[in-house]
């Protein structure tokens, strides 16, 4: 007879590791996807989702049970990424980060990994259900959404908190002040300012609502619509597609073009559309969004070999935000050399963030 979860808790807390593990396995991907909210980063997630299993294991034996496992296991997660906070710099998207690119003047010098929003898996993590508690203001989907997750790394730590809690997996203001050890005046009052801070930042409609409305057959087509130009090197159709505010990014590249599809037209021919380069891709999911993994030839491995990660941000059937994820290295930030990027060597933690945690292939030969 299988073990409840109240012999699971007892067996843990007399020191039953197997016990214990079985018991958060449960929870894993919904606090890993907690941590990336904090942290804005897959990275810095695992780090932080590691060392929440590992004080959980240290004080499982003082678990009272007056909340639930679920309850506890956040309260630390929280906690831990909000220490790791205070050790390192907000993370953001380029077009965060500073003004708009001139095409002229090439993809720009780069950015160090430790500022920038990384990609989500969000498949794997946890967020198959697609919703969270019924008393949560966002869909679980929608709050690892990119411009959602940019969002939050402008709040101070303590509201960042409050609103994922509150917002995204619903607990009570109660729970809330217990878990950071405050006040529920405090944390209502942190949630105003989050709420009215985010709300500045995010678009007035999701991606998740804009997919909804499109339906399955309508997002595929603009998707398989984008490939067919980018396949055919039509930089028209290309920019066609694209809203008149549109933008172009490539983290960790300072770089941004945009707004607008007369200067990421010039871009485009400047550089991947210039017919020197071609190109191959898949289409994928990441942070609840459409996206496309981008493989160039190379000739020496007579193979298309993964260059970037493409998650595209829809505004009704055209594309806003092409943010795209590459994974080579950019240490030689000479325009010359960055405009032959398809001819640089990985930098291999890129690409574990943008192909290797998504699962998808190292090469592909047709």
């Not at 299988?2 to 593990?21: I, V």
């Not at 609103?163 to 619903?170: C, D, P, Q, W």
Request: net charge negative; charged share 25%; aromatic share 8%.
């Amino acid at each position: 007879m299988p073990a409840t979860s109240p012999q699971l808790l007892d067996a843990a807390r007399g020191g039953d590791e197997a016990a214990f593990q079985q018991l958060v396995e449960a929870h894993r991907g919904e606090l890993h996807a907690h941590c990336y909210r904090m942290l804005g980063s897959v990275h810095d997630a695992e780090d932080a989702l590691q060392e929440t299993l590992l004080r959980a294991w240290r004080s499982i034996g003082k678990f009272e049970g007056r909340s639930s496992v679920r309850s506890w296991l956040y309260t630390i997660a929280t906690n831990t990424s909000l220490n790791a906070i205070e050790k390192r710099p907000k993370r953001v998207l380029p077009i965060d980060y500073g003004p708009p690119t001139d095409p002229h003047d090439g993809p720009g010098v780069p950015l160090t990994e430790a500022v920038l929003v990384e990609p989500y898996p969000d498949e794997p993590m946890g967020l198959a259900d697609g919703f969270a508690s019924p008393d949560a203001r966002y869909e679980l989907r929608e709050s690892v959404e990119l411009a959602f997750v940019a969002a939050l790394q402008y709040l101070p730590p303590n509201q960042r908190a409050v609103l994922i809690l509150r917002e995204v997996l619903g607990f009570s203001a109660k729970e809330v002040a217990e878990a950071l050890d405050t006040s529920v005046p405090s944390v209502n009052s942190a949630l105003q300012r989050a709420r009215a801070a985010v709300d500045e930042r995010v678009p007035e409609q999701s991606q998740q609502a804009t997919m909804r409305a499109l339906g399955d057959e309508g997002v595929t087509q603009v998707v398989e619509a984008y490939v067919d130009a980018w396949q055919r090197s039509d930089i028209e159709a290309v920019v066609s597609m694209l809203s008149e505010d549109a933008t172009f990014s490539m983290p960790p590249l300072a770089s941004w073009f945009g707004p607008g599809r007369e200067r990421i037209a010039d871009f485009l021919g400047r550089y991947p559309l210039n017919g020197i380069w071609k190109w191959r891709n898949i289409r994928t999911r990441a942070n609840g969004q459409e996206a496309l993994a981008f493989y160039s030839w190379d000739p020496d491995e007579e193979a298309f070999i993964p260059f970037a990660l493409n998650v595209l941000t829809l505004e009704g059937d055209k594309i806003h935000d092409v943010t795209a994820f590459i994974t080579r290295s950019t240490e030689d930030p000479a325009p010359e050399v960055l405009a032959r990027m398809p001819e640089q060597p990985f930098h291999e933690p890129r690409l574990a963030a943008a192909f290797g945690n998504f699962g998808l292939p190292d090469r592909l030969t047709d």
